[in-house]
């Protein structure tokens, strides 16, 4: 076996197990049963649907056979006859063993379809019976096209016109049959879907692992765009997957109704057709390998073009003020260029493929004609026998050609499971572990206390604190202060513990008496009353409540032009920096933790409002932790930590330090 051979098993392998992970929880919970129980329990769908079928078919004939016992006669009883052999011989007990099997299986694992899973499989099950129930009705239809034709070359006027009201009645069956699959498969989807981005959603917001995994540092992690991950390519491979199944059932009936037809009809042609099928399958396989990775790389182009946009939308006030649309525009256009470069490469293979592929469906026409020529200038086969072959034929040879005829959908769907299986592996691996920034605490406790603490930035060698001792009680009040870039931000992460240091011990608060406010302060996707509230549950105050701490903020403006707290806004943009600020002390007021760790959260504020402000803070008796550059913070704080970039840093009461010094 070759080394390429080892390597392209290897990746199906891999890309078979990522499918498996993405599409059996769904069903079937993953931890408990291996890929061959789920494998198991689909033929065992398909053992209980062909079982109810033939029951209902069974039940059809009878119903028949007492009201109209001479149609049936007529235009049915090679349905009859089939049905009848199968109840008189071995295959009865056949299909009644693999329905009795089926029916078992599905009962002994009852316990793990809990959770609405059985709902999924029922719909499963409902969607297969009326694939069944269609692919019968075809199969019936080159019957009746072949009476149909001889009616017509053998003038026979009167039956021509019976037969073909049977044909109109198929299809008048067959529609609302086939409509209703339609639906069932689009609502199965969408419950897969929606449960789907849940179970993502889940883990991408858990152990903070859409700030561990960084998916906006494109140069350190291979997770990008999670935006896109989490919706297109989610509802890409839920609807892709139902149709690929789906497809796959639909054609596996389809030649298995079909190909016992066309085998009494003509032996040659059969053996010809799946001769031929293998052949042409395996060529456009082969071709249409580059297609996946291209495919892959446009999925992700796509992705950074409309996250470049998204960019300029959000930060359309800052590129305004910096008349920076120029460059902008470069990096955009950069972006788009990326999406045409590779997307008319995707052009170049696409029509390879779609040439091929259509060569191969053309020159599949021919086959009946050459093979059925001679036995029907023999006179062996009538004409309408010659039309049912060709009939059955061509629905064997689309069977057996459904991955040659979706070869371009499949390098799809194919990119969008390994992108979508290696964000859910990424971002499972992290909901997992124990939580980051609990783990980068030492301890709980009523205080912040750090001993010798060294720390470093992420990837980097540069030490911004070492040997940092300090403690900070409930009572207390710290002023950061210090040279940009030196590192105040960096200890605050550490406080939080987003950060952890390469050496020392931290001891904090638990999760909630700890509030952080940044200098832009951040406005979710909500209303006022959530604005205010976050993170804290809404339900938790009264609207009078909400409008007094907004008067204390001074936001009493808002009172007026927002009267109802629920309506939702575009806050970032409507709000100015100012207002966004004060809101951020809202916040701080209604969720009092004990500790407020502020980063310049006053900066956009006049020095009246900002010492009201922090009375408001002293009122509640709250830790303060600040970082600030202005000499009036002082006032309300008593100690101050100096950083001086190096690693160096001191430590003294307010009182006794200079701002001048800065």
Same mark, same amino acid.
């Given at each position: 076996?070759t080394?390429?051979t ?8 891999d890309?078979l197990?990522s499918?498996?992970?993405l599409a ?15 494998i198991?329990?689909?033929i065992s769908?398909?053992f ?6 033939l029951i209902?078919?069974?039940?059809l004939?009878?119903?028949?056979e007492?009201?109209?016992p001479i ?7 090679g349905?009859?006859?089939?049905v009848t052999?199968?109840?008189s011989?071995w295959?009865g007990?056949?299909f009644?063993g693999?329905f ?5 299986t599905?009962?002994?694992?009852r316990?793990q ?7 999924h499989w029922s719909?499963l ?5 009326m694939l069944?129930?269609v692919?019968?009705?075809n ?8 009476d149909?034709t001889?009616a017509?070359?053998?003038?026979q006027e009167?039956g021509?016109?019976?037969?073909l009201?049977?044909y109109?009645?198929?299809f008048?069956v067959?529609?609302?049959i086939?409509v209703?699959?339609i $639906?069932v =498969?689009?609502k !199965?989807? @969408? /419950?897969?879907r929606?449960?789907? %981005?849940?179970? &993502?959603i889940?883990?991408y917001m ?9 998916p906006?540092?494109?140069e350190q992690?291979d997770?990008?765009?999670?935006d896109q991950?989490?919706t297109?390519?989610?509802r ?15 054609a $596996?009936? =389809?030649?298995s !109704?079909? @190909? /016992?037809?066309l085998w009494t009809? %003509?032996?040659? &042609? ?6 031929y099928a293998?052949?042409?399958t395996s060529?456009l396989?082969?071709?249409g390998?580059?297609?996946?990775r291209?495919d892959?790389?446009?999925l992700r182009?796509e992705a ?5 946009l998204v960019?300029?939308?959000d930060?359309?006030?800052?590129i305004?003020f910096y008349?920076?649309?120029e ?8 972006r788009?260029l990326?999406?045409?470069n590779n997307?008319?490469?995707l052009?170049i293979?696409?029509v390879?493929i779609?040439?091929?592929r ?5 020159a599949?026409?021919f086959?009946p004609?050459?093979?059925m020529?001679v ?6 086969i ?5 039309i ?9 040879e ?12 499949l ?7 390994s992108r979508?299986e290696?964000f859910?592996?990424k971002?499972?691996?992290?909901s ?8 980068n605490?030492?301890s ?11 720390l470093y930035?992420p ?6 604190i070492a040997?940092?001792n300090i403690?900070i009680n ?7 202060v210090g040279?940009s870039?030196?590192?105040k931000t ?6 939080s513990?987003l950060?952890k240091p390469?050496?020392g011990q931290i ?14 302060p951040?406005m ?5 009353r ?6 804290t549950?809404?339900n ?6 909400l409008?007094?701490?907004?008067n204390?903020?001074n936001?009493t403006s808002?009172i007026d032009r927002?009267p109802?707290?629920?309506i ?6 409507i709000?100015s920096?100012g ?12 969720n009092?933790?004990?500790f ?6 006053t900066s956009?504020l006049?020095?009246n409002t900002?010492?009201?402000l922090?009375?408001?803070?002293r009122?509640r008796d709250?830790a ?5 550059h ?6 309300f704080?008593?100690?101050v930590?100096?950083l001086n ?9 307010s009182?006794n330090?200079?701002?001048?010094r800065?």
């Amino acid at each position: 076996m070759t080394e390429q051979t080892i390597s392209n098993n290897k990746r199906l392998r891999d890309q078979l197990s990522s499918l498996r992970k993405l599409a059996q929880p769904f069903f079937l919970p993953l931890e408990q049963n291996s890929g061959w129980s789920f494998i198991w329990l689909l033929i065992s769908l398909l053992f209980c649907v062909g079982g109810i079928v033939l029951i209902l078919l069974t039940g059809l004939i009878e119903f028949f056979e007492k009201i109209q016992p001479i149609l049936l006669e007529k235009y049915f009883n090679g349905v009859v006859e089939i049905v009848t052999s199968i109840w008189s011989s071995w295959w009865g007990f056949f299909f009644s063993g693999v329905f009795a099997i089926g029916s078992l299986t599905f009962f002994n694992y009852r316990h793990q379809l809990r959770n609405k899973r059985w709902v999924h499989w029922s719909l499963l099950g409902i969607i297969v019976l009326m694939l069944l129930a269609v692919n019968g009705i075809n199969a019936g239809i080159g019957f009746i096209a072949r009476d149909l034709t001889n009616a017509l070359v053998q003038k026979q006027e009167a039956g021509f016109y019976k037969i073909l009201g049977i044909y109109a009645c198929c299809f008048i069956v067959a529609l609302p049959i086939r409509v209703s699959q339609i $639906f069932v =498969t689009y609502k !199965l989807g @969408i /419950i897969w879907r929606e449960w789907l %981005s849940k179970s &993502l959603i889940s883990d991408y917001m858990k152990n903070k692992a859409y700030y561990i995994l960084n998916p906006n540092d494109e140069e350190q992690t291979d997770v990008d765009n999670p935006d896109q991950r989490i919706t297109d390519d989610t509802r890409a491979f839920t609807g892709q997957s139902l149709s690929f199944t789906l497809g796959i059932f639909d054609a $596996f009936l =389809t030649f298995s !109704l079909n @190909i /016992i037809i066309l085998w009494t009809i %003509s032996t040659t &042609l059969t053996l010809s057709l799946f001769a031929y099928a293998a052949f042409a399958t395996s060529i456009l396989i082969i071709a249409g390998k580059n297609l996946v990775r291209i495919d892959f790389d446009q999925l992700r182009y796509e992705a950074d073009f409309r996250y470049g946009l998204v960019h300029i939308r959000d930060n359309a006030e800052s590129i305004a003020f910096y008349s920076g649309e120029e460059p902008e525009k470069a990096e955009t256009k950069r972006r788009l260029l990326e999406v045409v470069n590779n997307f008319n490469l995707l052009i170049i293979w696409r029509v390879i493929i779609d040439v091929m592929r259509r060569s191969i469906n053309y020159a599949g026409n021919f086959f009946p004609y050459l093979i059925m020529a001679v036995p029907y200038f023999a006179g062996e086969i009538d004409y309408g026998r010659f039309i049912q072959a060709s009939f059955a034929f061509g629905m064997v040879e689309g069977s057996l050609f459904f991955i040659v005829n979706q070869i371009e959908e499949l390098a799809k769907f194919t990119a969008g499971i390994s992108r979508l299986e290696g964000f859910q592996s990424k971002v499972e691996k992290v909901s997992r572990q124990k939580d980051s920034s609990q783990e980068n605490i030492d301890s709980w406790n009523n205080s912040i206390i750090i001993k010798n603490a060294d720390l470093y930035p992420p990837n980097s060698n540069k030490k911004i604190i070492a040997g940092l001792n300090i403690s900070i009680n409930p009572d207390d009040s710290l002023l950061v202060v210090g040279p940009s870039g030196c590192g105040k931000t960096s200890l605050l992460r550490m406080l939080s513990g987003l950060w952890k240091p390469s050496q020392g011990q931290i001891d904090a608060p638990k999760k909630g008496d700890l509030l952080f406010i940044p200098q832009k302060p951040y406005m979710i996707l909500g209303s006022l009353r959530e604005q205010l509230c976050y993170p804290t549950d809404q339900n938790k105050f009264s609207d009078e409540h909400l409008r007094a701490v907004l008067n204390e903020v001074n936001l009493t403006s808002f009172i007026d032009r927002y009267p109802d707290l629920t309506i939702k806004q575009d806050w970032p943009r409507i709000l100015s920096l100012g207002e966004q600020q004060r809101l951020a002390f809202g916040r701080l007021l209604l969720n009092s933790p004990r500790f407020a760790v502020l980063d310049e959260a006053t900066s956009a504020l006049d020095i009246n409002t900002e010492q009201h402000l922090y009375s408001l803070l002293r009122k509640r008796d709250l830790a303060v932790i600040s970082v600030g550059h202005r000499p009036t913070l002082i006032d309300f704080h008593d100690s101050v930590l100096e950083l001086n970039g190096d690693g160096s840093w001191h430590l003294q009461p307010s009182s006794n330090y200079e701002f001048d010094r800065l």
